[in-house]
């Protein structure tokens, strides 16, 4: 569904509340010379309220709501439990509908849970025959550290110790010690390829099986760390804006401790219905009004999200970095600014990615663009190419993939995701630079260089950048916009 088409659905009398509760009173006493008649019954005003802070809700929960959609579908359609390393034994193809993830790795997901066993130990190998990039996050997504060459261990590998809040028995050495204010979370590792041989898969495969988890209580003789294998399941985590949004949201709220930043949004949710120890049970007319909130929140993040594309990353092209710099200092720097706390912000960036790394642009970089050079929407049904400039600035490998522009996942029922630096039989052009095509049909000869495209449903495509080089940073070096083909 279009935004436009979103914006039109949103209800009359919640748009009309809205304003007036963000103009305040005065602006209807400018525009009247009498105060509005309230209805007898004083329904509507109620039925505003309850919708717009449904709406806050949903801005405020979706970091925490985005993770925990991805371990329901861990729970639900894999074998893999809290505690253990759910992976991808294969690149990731369309059936991973995660939020923008990245097909040219290996994935690994730990999700953690120091409730049930009290501390927990993330082991990360050595660098030696393979890389580990990722970051371990608590419930909100907040990142705790980085791992691998570009984090803490600095590729020395190293043991991550994640204490329960309130934790207060003793703490070994030996270990990077963090206390989540989170019982939850998870670490999204990815195992880098060293090309896109079947030979180096199998060893980033084989590399990323060496990673372990196990309770601190066992760390004198740790068990084996149980693998489960996803790949070729049907993983969805796509954000529902409906009522399963709330059901989520609730459980959320339900299992874990309330953040002192987040105290103020408890009167909230009693509003809308969710409050903690109390069951999460909208009657009919609540279950319309937060399902119409739903339905507007995701028109405003979608508006909000086409905005990040007003101050380009270079100058004069449609290319952006996916969110602003003071969002990223603060989830870096634990929310650093007192008189600061981005929700609009980061409920934004969680509606269209997982995962926040701690050290921004040491492991890899990001960039996104969902129009063509002529500033037109990029549609499934037509032909684009992008030429990547030669000498791109990366010590490891960069890769372009195509989302679909309304989900923020993988196009649907399709035979790539991506094409990479890495990908076997990329065609390069004479000068080292690549021609990258889009459509729903390849160009003759081009099929690897190919990404395919729904030809119902606009797409958005970012690039990423692993092991990013300075001439990214200092703009030397400038990768043109996506043109479309007649």
């Known amino acids: 569904m279009k935004r436009r088409e979103l914006l039109q659905m949103l209800p009359a009398a919640g748009l009309v509340a809205a304003t007036g509760a963000l103009l305040g009173p005065a602006a209807h006493a400018s525009a009247t010379s009498s105060p509005a008649p309230r209805p007898d019954n004083g329904l509507l005003p109620e039925l505003d309220k309850l919708q717009w802070r449904g709406i806050e809700a949903l801005t405020w929960g979706m970091p925490a709501v985005n993770l925990e959609l991805m371990r329901q579908a861990m729970l639900k359609v894999t074998q893999g439990r809290t505690n253990l390393m759910l992976y991808w034994s294969q690149l990731l193809d369309w059936k991973c509908q995660t939020l923008t993830p990245n097909s040219d790795v290996i ?28 970051t371990l996050m608590d419930a909100w997504q907040s990142p705790l550290e980085d791992v691998g060459p570009a984090g803490l261990d600095a590729g020395a590998g190293g043991r991550y110790l994640l204490l329960p809040p309130g934790y207060d028995g003793a703490v070994p050495s030996g270990y990077y010690v963090f206390r989540p204010a989170t019982f939850s979370g998870y670490g999204l590792f990815r195992s880098i390829l060293r090309s896109g041989s079947a030979a180096d898969l199998a060893k980033a495969v084989e590399y990323a099986r060496r990673l372990k988890i196990y309770p601190l209580s066992a760390a004198g003789n740790p068990p084996p760390t149980t693998f489960v294998d996803t790949q070729g399941t049907l993983f969805d985590s796509t954000i529902p804006y409906d009522l399963r949004f709330y059901e989520h949201l609730d459980r959320v709220v339900q299992k874990e401790p309330w953040l002192q930043r987040d105290r103020a949004m408890i009167d909230t949710l009693r509003t809308i219905g969710i409050e903690k120890g109390k069951p999460f049970a909208p009657d009919g007319a609540q279950r ?30 449609r290319w952006a970095f996916p969110a602003s710099q003071d969002l990223a200092l603060e989830l870096t720097q634990d929310f650093p600014d007192p008189n600061r706390y981005a929700r609009d912000e980061r409920g934004l960036l969680f509606s269209y990615v997982f995962f926040a790394p701690r050290r921004l642009g040491r492991g890899q970089f990001w960039l996104m663009s969902h129009q063509d050079s002529t500033g037109a929407a990029l549609e499934g049904g037509q032909s684009y190419r992008l030429r990547v400039p030669p000498n791109a600035p990366v010590r490891q490998y960069w890769s372009m993939t195509a989302y679909d522009r309304m989900t923020h996942a993988f196009v649907r029922e399709v035979s790539a995701t991506s094409r990479s630096s890495q990908t076997p039989g990329l065609r390069k052009n004479r000068d080292g630079s690549v021609d990258l095509w889009m459509g729903p049909t390849a160009p003759k000869g081009w099929e690897r260089n190919w990404l395919p495209t729904d030809s119902n449903r606009r797409f958005e495509l970012m690039a990423r950048f692993y092991g990013p080089e300075p001439a990214l940073f200092d703009f030397s070096w400038k990768m043109p916009d996506i043109e479309r083909m007649a």
């Open 288 to 317: 319309q009004v937060l399902e119409a909130a739903a339905v507007r929140g995701h028109a405003l993040l979608d508006d909000q999200f086409e905005r990040l594309f007003d101050t380009p990353y270079w100058p004069d092209t």
């Open 107 to 134: 994935y690994i997901k730990p999700f953690f849970d120091t409730r049930e066993v009290g501390p927990i130990v993330v082991e990360v190998p050595p660098a030696d025959d393979g890389v580990i990039n990722g």
